[in-house]
């Protein structure tokens, strides 16, 4: 029985003022829509292939990442989860290691979940977890729903990331944890030119071929390269009061964890 209503409204909080950050602006399609339109539109148009140009493009090492993410919930068994830019459902099926009773996913993009329901129903975890629409920064979940929030390459595509931090906060409840995971900015010299010719070439290159959105994987490049890097980010995340913060990096640095608490 699922125990966290479903029936998502949106919360305005229209006085909320955040520094502008650079990342923010970054966006898609460079129109004057806004950037959660943009990044939707953009996730709808290459739903059918994100899967697939995951595995390519990371040669499969994102798996490991998220089984990390997840090993660091495990001591406080979380019971209800909430999966934030679900997706296609990886991290929520993730997370279903754990053995909790309710996960919920939401997403500003139908067709990504369209593609998870289908996963979810073929692994019998259809009960389990609940896709729903939902946007972080206005998702108006009860204060103090969630034992733990897990985000997996969503913080990125925030349209105002201090804000969908801050949303996320309200509804962890009181020592629930938050786990982030997100592309970083390796330093060591080598990688960080390995990277810099990764993403700027090959990323755009595979994403042209293989998706029907040829600018979805330049603005991948361009997000990754704007978002405030591993100790910027834990900052973000002190300022926000969230407590125990840090960051792990993975790979190299190309990826990162942050986690914090409530
Ligand atoms: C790169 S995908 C990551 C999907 C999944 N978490 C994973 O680990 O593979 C990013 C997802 O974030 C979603 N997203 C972006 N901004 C969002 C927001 N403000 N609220 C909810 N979802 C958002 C996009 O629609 C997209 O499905």
């Known amino acids: 029985m699922l125990s966290v209503p479903l029936n998502l409204c949106v919360k305005g909080n229209r006085d909320f003022t955040m520094r502008n950050m650079l990342h923010d602006s970054v966006t898609p399609y460079k129109t004057d829509e806004e950037k959660n339109k943009q990044v939707a539109q953009m996730f709808n148009n290459i739903a059918n292939r994100y899967d697939l140009l995951n595995s390519i493009l990371s040669m499969g090492i994102h798996k490991g990442w998220r089984k990390q ?31 909790p009773t309710q996960i919920i996913g939401i997403d500003i993009s139908d067709g990504m979940m369209e593609f998870g329901r289908k996963k979810l ?45 801050s949303n996320l906060y309200r509804i962890l409840k009181p020592g629930g944890q938050l786990v982030i995971l997100e592309f970083s900015y390796p330093r060591n010299p080598l990688i960080k030119a390995g990277y810099n010719f990764y993403f700027s070439y090959i990323t755009p290159l595979v994403g042209k071929i293989f998706s029907k959105d040829t600018r979805a994987y330049s603005y991948l490049t361009e997000s990754v390269k704007a978002f405030p890097n591993n100790e910027h980010f834990v900052e ?17 640095g190309i990826a990162a964890i942050y986690r914090g608490e409530k």
Request: hydrophobic share 45%.
């Open 121 to 165: 129903l073929k692994l019998k975890l259809d009960q389990l977890i609940t896709l729903k629409n939902g946007n972080a920064e206005t998702v108006c979940f009860p204060d103090d729903t969630f034992d733990a929030i897990v985000v997996g390459f969503g913080v990125r595509n925030f349209e105002n990331l201090e804000k969908g931090l």
């Open 236 to 252: 973000i995340l002190n300022k926000l009061k969230y407590k125990n913060t840090g960051f792990k990096s993975l790979s190299f």
């Open 69 to 99: 993410c997840v090993q660091l919930l495990a001591a406080k068994h979380p019971k209800v989860i909430l999966d934030v830019a679900t997706g296609t459902g990886d991290f929520a099926i993730e997370c279903a290691k754990l053995d």
